[in-house]
């Protein structure tokens, strides 16, 4: 015997997430773009930005590198210009 078909809307229901986590997620990824920003206030955090992208498309450019090693090769970079500037 074949039992009734369910309704869409309980099938909706019953597959989706608790509120409460869909909340919570919107709620780190608001407080990533908030620390992200405050990083890129810093000349620290510039200079890594800058290096981890040019070290990324390096890595795009020579596939021997990747573009993993690249960017995190790059932001390496750019730290150590922070720690060795001159003046």
Known sequence: MMGTPEAPEARRTRNAAPR????????????????????????????LAVGAGAGFVLGLVFPAIGPVVGGLSGAGLGSLRTLFRKG
Do not use: C, Q, S, Y
């Open 20 to 47: 409460p986590v869909v909340e919570r997620i919107g709620e780190l990824a608001g407080e990533a773009v908030a620390a992200g920003r405050r990083a890129l206030e810093t000349e620290t955090g510039r200079n």
